[in-house]
């Protein structure tokens, strides 16, 4: 493990990109500080450079040397990091996160992640990273090295870690006064954070591309059509189950969790679309009904940008 954690070292202080894991999903890291290294990330990712880059951090005090931080945001990082949580910060004058990160904005997201490896990286280096999900723009986010494309794999060094413990990306929240604003809805869901700070107004912010530049309307799409909340699955398609119901493929099914956990059916979500759309034979892709509570939001939110049709 050393070995690797010091060529992932080497690469990002050379200003290189390594693909590592976090509990969430696989991410694009560079050196947050190095313009060459950003660049390098949005010409990969083919993103556009308005949509603002996350930069992980090792521990908050790295964090609170860079941004200005409230009461409440304090709260939220005391009890979200390090996890699954993005929270947007004000830049302090002195922060060394460079411009590029975020198109110029006075605003960065910033994350702790909960994996042992990529705390491990962000200690070997004396840098934050940036790092989006390791997918081409708009593309389903990768959960297992097997997901990630071929243009990614050759230009990175890949580090594996098995499958991400969440697989959903990290929930993006911003405060505003006294309140918690949700910019994308994520591996925390509302309950969660409602549960933890209780007697806060917590608003889903509308999300468009002008809060949170990656609600894109088209994301984390499969190659193959999707429809979602289906019945009845027609005959090319593959079917993502959940639950139980009499729902049939010809050719291929997955079930997110028979048992009906969204938990369970969040991890195995980014995989299992994976899989359906990588099946030669399918043409399109049906999606079970997901109830829309805890996670199932997230779920939902994804799959509803997923089938986006201009
Ligand atoms: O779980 C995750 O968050 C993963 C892992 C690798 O950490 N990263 C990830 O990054 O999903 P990315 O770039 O694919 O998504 C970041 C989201 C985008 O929707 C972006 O618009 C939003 O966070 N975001 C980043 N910086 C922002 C900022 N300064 N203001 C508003 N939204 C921001
Ligand atoms: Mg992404």
């Known amino acids: 493990m050393q070995k690797i954690i010091n060529l992932a070292k080497k690469r990002l202080e050379d200003g290189n990109l390594v693909i590592f894991p976090t509990e969430t999903v696989y991410g694009l890291g560079g050196d947050a500080t190095n313009l060459r290294a950003i660049k390098k990330i949005y010409n990969l990712k083919k993103r556009p450079l308005e949509n603002p880059l996350i930069c992980h951090f090792k521990n908050i005090k790295e964090i ?15 009890k979200f990091c390090p996890g699954p949580l993005t929270i947007i ?5 002195k922060c060394k996160i460079h411009a590029s990160v975020s198109n110029n904005l006075n605003y960065i997201g910033c994350r702790i992640p909960k994996n042992k490896i990529a705390i491990n990286i962000l200690k070997s280096v004396n840098f934050p990273i940036a790092a989006p999900s390791a997918n081409i723009s708009t593309k389903i986010s990768p959960t297992q090295t097997n997901h990630i494309s071929k243009k990614l794999k050759d230009n990175t060094l890949i580090i594996n870690g098995g499958k991400s413990l969440l697989g959903l990306e990290s929930t993006v929240v911003k405060t505003s006064k006294n309140k918690i604003l949700i910019l994308r809805l994520g591996s925390i869901s509302i309950e969660e954070i409602r549960r933890k700070i209780p007697n806060k107004d917590i608003e889903i912010k509308n999300l468009n591309q002008k809060v949170s530049p990656g609600n894109q309307k088209k994301h984390y799409a499969p190659n193959l059509p999707i429809r979602i909340n289906v019945t009845k699955v027609l005959k090319n398609e593959g079917l993502l189950n959940f639950g ?30 994976y899989l359906i759309d990588n099946n030669k034979l399918c043409k399109g892709i049906a999606v079970a009904p997901i109830p829309s509570q805890d996670l199932g939001k997230t779920i939902n939110d994804r799959l509803k940008r997923a089938s986006y049709k201009k």
């Open 64 to 78: 609170k040397e860079n941004f200005e931080i409230n009461s409440l945001d304090n709260e939220i990082i005391k």
């Open 89 to 93: 910060l004000k830049k302090r004058k």
């Open 244 to 273: 139980k119901n009499n729902m049939k493929s010809n050719i291929c099914e997955y079930n997110l969790s028979s048992k009906g956990s969204l938990k369970e059916a969040s991890k195995n979500f980014f995989n299992f679309l």
